[in-house]
């Protein structure tokens, strides 16, 4: 099958190896990956700040570079929200791009919704000596509903030490802009989820969206926990 990634801005900007290990995954499981350059932002940021128009301009843009794209994969929960919920309350003025967006959402798939419920698989054939555990973002868990579906992946990668995070449903305080408008509250809810994390006794926590890592990597760092923050596409990429 042929597969084109939309890789985000956001990891193409800072965490360019959740990337490269969505590719090796992909093709280890016998997939063409495509990646097609002009690919920009989703306009997550501007729709989520009031600027819609602005949005409107990625979503015209993210539709010209994948119109004719068979499967779209996105390593980033709350990106593949964004095209498959968003995209068509911002293209509602626009019928000729409502009906482009309306064909294009079916066709887009979160990394590990594509692993498990486009391919039906669970064990990808990675190994990872480690204690794990993981966070389900609020866009994995209420707007992409992906259920278990990361945690089978998870428990199928050999050498694995699997252990549930407390409190898994609670957001980690991050949310984009939220982060900076509401940094007290944020602070707070990133103090709750790091405290459930170590409770784990876990060596990584993972996650499929960087930006709710990134958040909880930086406060675990900042108390020197010793707690490392991985994507779960460089996890199912290890062998």
């Known amino acids: 099958m042929r597969v084109c990634l939309f890789i985000t801005c956001f990891n193409d900007t800072l965490f360019p190896q959740t990337g490269r290990a969505a590719v090796a995954v992909l093709e280890r499981l016998g997939h063409q990956v495509a990646f097609d350059p002009l690919q920009t932002c989703c306009g997550q940021m501007h729709s989520n700040s009031g600027y819609p128009r602005e949005a409107l301009t990625l979503v015209r843009r993210f539709v010209d570079v994948f119109r004719d794209a068979e499967r779209i994969v996105v390593p980033s929960t709350s990106c593949a929200t964004t095209i498959r919920t968003q995209y068509p309350r911002l293209a509602a003025g626009d019928a000729k791009l409502l009906r482009e967006v309306t064909e294009i959402a079916p066709r887009v798939f979160e ?123 460089e996890i199912l990429a290890c062998t």
Do not use: W
């Open 111 to 233: 990394f590990t919704e594509f692993l498990t419920g486009e391919l039906g698989l669970q064990d990808v054939g990675a190994y990872y000596p480690h204690r794990v555990t993981y966070h389900a973002s609020c866009n994995a868990l209420r707007g992409l509903k992906l259920g278990a579906g990361p945690v089978a992946l998870l428990r199928a990668v050999h050498g694995l030490d699997f252990v549930e995070l407390p409190s898994v449903e609670e957001c980690c305080g991050f949310g984009g802009t939220f982060a900076i408008k509401n940094a007290e509250v944020s602070t707070a809810m990133l103090t709750d989820k790091m405290r459930a994390v170590l409770a784990t006794g876990a060596e990584v926590v993972t996650a499929g969206d960087n930006s709710c890592l990134m958040h909880i990597a930086g406060g675990l760092s900042r108390l020197r926990a010793g707690v490392k923050a991985v994507h779960i596409a």
